[in-house]
């Protein structure tokens, strides 16, 4: 059975640093594109950061720079570091992966995560 569970979320204030974690069981994330999403209050789930089975690292222009997606094969893991959040960064964030091509569509992911909730306030 494959599951992906994400954690690491909280509450932060502005400028601060999370790191989120998508663990797996049920399959090897090194061969999947896996890809981190999220979705605020009474808003569409959107893209935020992928990871192809070569180590390409696309990121939404509203995080670039700020976030880093990697992988760590020995963990099964793939990790979202999340710097200078801002306020706009609310959202539960979700991990998916997939046998196929990246991409940024929701329709493209065949294993889900739960979500976790980050909050950024002051």
């Known amino acids: 059975q494959v599951r992906l569970v994400e954690s690491g979320g909280g509450l932060v204030q502005p400028g601060d640093s999370l790191r989120l974690s998508c663990a797996a069981s049920?399959?090897?994330?090194?061969?999947?594109?896996v890809a981190w999403f999220r979705q605020a209050s009474g808003k569409e789930r959107e893209f935020v950061a992928g990871?192809?089975?070569?180590?390409?690292?696309p990121y939404a222009n509203s995080v670039k720079g700020r976030f880093t997606i990697f992988r760590d094969n020995a963990q099964n893991t793939v990790y979202l570091r999340m710097n200078s959040l801002k306020p706009e960064d609310t959202a539960d964030y979700y991990c998916?992966?997939?046998?196929?091509?990246?991409?940024?569509?929701?329709?493209?992911?065949?294993?889900w995560g739960q979500g976790t909730q980050v909050t950024v306030a002051s």
């Open positions: 998916a992966a997939s046998y196929r091509t990246l991409t940024t569509s929701t329709d493209g992911f065949d294993f």
């Open positions: 049920g399959l090897t994330l090194r061969r999947y594109a």
């Open positions: 990871i192809t089975s070569n180590g390409a690292t």
